[in-house]
């Protein structure tokens, strides 16, 4: 099973650009494709992005389509999430997993092995 540790949060403000970093342990991860949610506070949890195992397809939520870009280098087993533009709504808990159903799944239930997450804070 595939083990995965988020990195790369912090406080930024309106404007500004952080670069996520999705850790995964494990063999198997060079075929796996995978995925970005996000969870603010009393909210449910949000797909963000997905890219397929090689890294050729990806998928972003409209919220973030033009600012966030997905990908993945499978010789370091990690996968990245570039964000720019960043505004006050962006903030939450990031948090990567590995789709069950192709890069095109968007449901929290269609993902697993959940990471712990990263706090992402946008100042305006």
């Known amino acids: 099973q595939v083990q995965l540790v988020e990195s790369g949060g912090g406080l930024v403000q309106a404007g500004g650009s952080l670069r996520l970093s999705c850790a995964a342990s494990g063999r198997t991860f060079s075929s796996n494709d995978m995925g970005w949610f996000r969870q603010a506070p009393g909210k449910e949890r949000e797909f963000v992005a997905s890219i397929n195992w090689s890294g050729s397809s990806t998928k972003y939520a409209d919220s973030v389509k033009g600012r966030f870009t997905i990908s993945r280098d499978n010789a370091k087993n990690t996968v990245y999430l570039q964000m720019n533009s960043l505004k006050p709504e962006d903030t939450a808990v990031y948090v990567c997993?590995?789709?069950?159903?192709?890069?095109?799944?968007?449901?929290?239930?269609?993902?697993?092995?959940w990471g712990q997450g990263t706090q992402v804070t946008v100042s305006s």
């Open positions: 997993a590995v789709s069950r159903y192709g890069y095109a799944a968007v449901r929290p239930r269609d993902f697993g092995s």
